[in-house]
């Protein structure tokens, strides 16, 4: 992006995404994928936070669409998260939808 802050946030959530993914493809399972999810979740939330304040300030022309797509990838990864507390048998195939 160009952004000092921001590509450091992305390689950060690209980061656990791939711990994420590796965990599911050893085909492991259990209270660690559970907590990173919910590390994914809430890492993606202050990320949302940060990159769209500084949209509003560059008055990026595609903000309000930005924000969309944001508000769905949270509430996939929220109802993943509460997927993966109850059975955790449904969570890498839900994953691969990310």
Do not use: W
């Amino acid at each position: 992006m160009g952004n000092e802050e921001i590509d450091s946030q992305h390689k950060g959530m690209f980061g656990l995404l791939n711990n994420l993914h590796e965990l599911v493809q050893e085909g492991r399972s259990g209270k660690r994928i559970v907590e990173i999810i919910e590390e994914v979740r809430q890492y993606a939330k202050r990320h949302f936070t940060c990159e769209e304040a500084l949209m509003t300030v560059c008055g990026y022309p595609q903000l309000n669409e930005h924000k969309k797509a944001h508000e769905e990838f949270v509430s996939r990864i929220d109802q993943i998260s509460k997927n993966a507390e109850k059975s955790e048998d449904d969570t890498a195939f839900e994953l691969s939808f990310i």
